[in-house]
C-alpha cells in the first residue's frame, strides 16, 4: 500500500536548488544548507534537490544521497524536499528512488527517460515500474526540449489513475495543453510550470505552481506574484509576473545553471563554480546578469534581505 502525502504543499514556487561546489569540485555543505534554510525562512513549501539545476547528472551515487539526506536533516519537517530521480535507465531510476527514500525524501521528481526516445508504452512502464519499488508519491517530469520525448495526455491520464502521482512539473511551455489536462485529471492531480518565463500565464490558467529557477534569486518576490494572482489583484499580479518572466528569460537565455549560479554568487549564497561539460560564464554573460539584478537589489519593490543571506553566514560562501 503506497504512502500518499497530503498536497498541500506541492504549490506555489518551489525552487530547483542549485548544488555548490567548492574549490576542490566537492560540495560546498554550508552554502547548500544556507540554501536550504534561506527557502524555508521565505515561507516556501517545497524545495527540489538533485534536478536541473542541481547538476544531477554530474553527481556520484553518494553526492546523490547526502544531498537529499543533508536537505531532510536541515528541513526538519519545516518545508518538504522532493529529490530529483529520474533517468533514462528503469533500473537506474529504481535505485535513486530508492536511495531518495532511504534519505527520507517527501517525494520524487522523475523525468521522461532521455536520449533513447521510447514509445509511450515505454513511458508509461517506466514510471509504472517506479511506483511498484517505493513508496513515495512521484511528481512527473515532462521536459521534452532535453528528453527528445514528450508525455502524451493519455499516459499522464493512465498514470494518475494511481493517487501515487501526484502531479505533473510541465516544462513544455504549451499553456493549452494545461486547460486540456485540468479538464480530464483528478481535481487533486496537481500541475506545475517548468519554467518562469510561462509561469504567469500557467497560473493564471488554472495551474498550481511553479518549479523554477528565480525562486532561488528572489523568493519573496515569486511569493507575492503566487499570492496575487491567487487573489486577483490583476495590477499587482501583471507587475510582478513580467518581472518574474524577465529574470526568467534573462537565466535561460546561456547556460541556465552556469547563470543562476553566479546570480546566487552575487548576493553572497555560493560561488559560481559549475561541474564540465558545463562552464562558467564569459565576462558578457556575466554583465547580462549583473545590471538587472543589481538594479532590482536596488529598488524598494524587492525586500533585499530577502535575497540575502544573513551576514554573518555570507562568509561560507566562496
Same mark, same amino acid.
Given at each position: 500500500?503506497?504512502?500518499?502525502?497530503?498536497?498541500?504543499?506541492?504549490?506555489?514556487?518551489?525552487?530547483?536548488?542549485?548544488?555548490?561546489?567548492?574549490?576542490?569540485?566537492?560540495?560546498?555543505?554550508?552554502?547548500?544548507?544556507?540554501?536550504?534554510?534561506?527557502?524555508?525562512?521565505?515561507?516556501?513549501?517545497?524545495?527540489?534537490?538533485?534536478?536541473?539545476?542541481?547538476?544531477?547528472?554530474?553527481?556520484?551515487?553518494?553526492?546523490?544521497?547526502?544531498?537529499?539526506?543533508?536537505?531532510?536533516?536541515?528541513?526538519?519537517?519545516?518545508?518538504?524536499?522532493?529529490?530529483?530521480?529520474?533517468?533514462?535507465?528503469?533500473?537506474?531510476?529504481?535505485?535513486?528512488?530508492?536511495?531518495?527514500?532511504?534519505?527520507?525524501?517527501?517525494?520524487?521528481?522523475?523525468?521522461?527517460?532521455?536520449?533513447?526516445?521510447?514509445?509511450?508504452?515505454?513511458?508509461?512502464?517506466?514510471?509504472?515500474?517506479?511506483?511498484?519499488?517505493?513508496?513515495?508519491?512521484?511528481?512527473?517530469?515532462?521536459?521534452?526540449?532535453?528528453?527528445?520525448?514528450?508525455?502524451?495526455?493519455?499516459?499522464?491520464?493512465?498514470?494518475?489513475?494511481?493517487?501515487?502521482?501526484?502531479?505533473?512539473?510541465?516544462? /513544455? %511551455? $504549451? @499553456?493549452?495543453?494545461?486547460?486540456? +489536462?485540468?479538464?480530464? *485529471?483528478? !481535481?487533486?492531480?496537481? #500541475? &506545475?510550470?517548468?519554467?518562469?518565463?510561462?509561469?504567469?500565464?500557467?497560473?493564471?490558467?488554472?495551474?498550481?505552481?511553479?518549479?523554477?529557477?528565480?525562486?532561488?534569486?528572489?523568493?519573496?518576490?515569486?511569493?507575492?506574484?503566487?499570492?496575487?494572482?491567487? /487573489? %486577483? $489583484? @490583476?495590477?499587482?499580479?501583471?507587475? +510582478?509576473?513580467?518581472? *518574474?518572466? !524577465?529574470?526568467?528569460? #534573462? &537565466?535561460?537565455?546561456?547556460?541556465?545553471?552556469?547563470?543562476?549560479?553566479?546570480?546566487?554568487?552575487?548576493?553572497?549564497?555560493?560561488?559560481?563554480?559549475?561541474?564540465?561539460?558545463?562552464?562558467?560564464?564569459?565576462?558578457?554573460?556575466?554583465?547580462?546578469? /549583473?545590471?538587472?539584478?543589481?538594479?532590482?537589489?536596488?529598488?524598494?519593490?524587492?525586500?533585499?534581505?530577502?535575497?540575502?543571506?544573513?551576514?554573518?553566514?555570507?562568509?561560507?560562501?566562496?
Amino acid at each position: 500500500m503506497a504512502r500518499i502525502y497530503p498536497s498541500h504543499w506541492l504549490g506555489g514556487f518551489i525552487a530547483d536548488l542549485p548544488t555548490p561546489f567548492d574549490d576542490h569540485d566537492g560540495i560546498d555543505w554550508p552554502a547548500f544548507e544556507m540554501l536550504c534554510e534561506h527557502q524555508i525562512g521565505s515561507g516556501a513549501t517545497a524545495i527540489v534537490v538533485n534536478e536541473t539545476m542541481g547538476e544531477a547528472s554530474t553527481l556520484s551515487e553518494d553526492e546523490h544521497g547526502a544531498i537529499i539526506g543533508t536537505a531532510v536533516k536541515v528541513a526538519r519537517g519545516r518545508i518538504a524536499v522532493i529529490a530529483g530521480a529520474g533517468s533514462n535507465s528503469t533500473s537506474q531510476a529504481i535505485e535513486l528512488t530508492a536511495r531518495a527514500e532511504a534519505e527520507g525524501a517527501y517525494a520524487v521528481l522523475s523525468v521522461v527517460p532521455y536520449y533513447n526516445k521510447p514509445m509511450q508504452a515505454g513511458i508509461l512502464a517506466h514510471f509504472q515500474n517506479i511506483a511498484a519499488s517505493t513508496s513515495l508519491p512521484i511528481i512527473l517530469h515532462d521536459n521534452p526540449s532535453r528528453t527528445m520525448r514528450e508525455m502524451s495526455d493519455e499516459t499522464i491520464l493512465r498514470l494518475s489513475e494511481s493517487s501515487q502521482f501526484l502531479g505533473l512539473n510541465d516544462a /513544455t %511551455g $504549451n @499553456v493549452a495543453r494545461l486547460f486540456r +489536462l485540468r479538464s480530464m *485529471l483528478p !481535481a487533486e492531480f496537481r #500541475l &506545475l510550470c517548468g519554467n518562469d518565463v510561462n509561469a504567469a500565464a500557467y497560473l493564471a490558467c488554472g495551474g498550481d505552481g511553479c518549479i523554477s529557477m528565480v525562486a532561488n534569486l528572489f523568493p519573496d518576490l515569486c511569493r507575492r506574484s503566487y499570492d496575487s494572482c491567487m /487573489t %486577483g $489583484n @490583476v495590477r499587482v499580479s501583471r507587475d +510582478l509576473s513580467g518581472r *518574474l518572466a !524577465a529574470f526568467g528569460a #534573462l &537565466l535561460s537565455a546561456d547556460s541556465s545553471v552556469a547563470a543562476l549560479k553566479y546570480g546566487m554568487s552575487m548576493l553572497g549564497f555560493m560561488g559560481p563554480a559549475v561541474r564540465l561539460p558545463l562552464v562558467e560564464l564569459d565576462d558578457d554573460a556575466k554583465q547580462a546578469i /549583473t545590471l538587472p539584478i543589481a538594479a532590482a537589489l536596488g529598488e524598494n519593490q524587492i525586500d533585499k534581505s530577502s535575497a540575502r543571506p544573513p551576514a554573518h553566514r555570507r562568509s561560507n560562501a566562496r
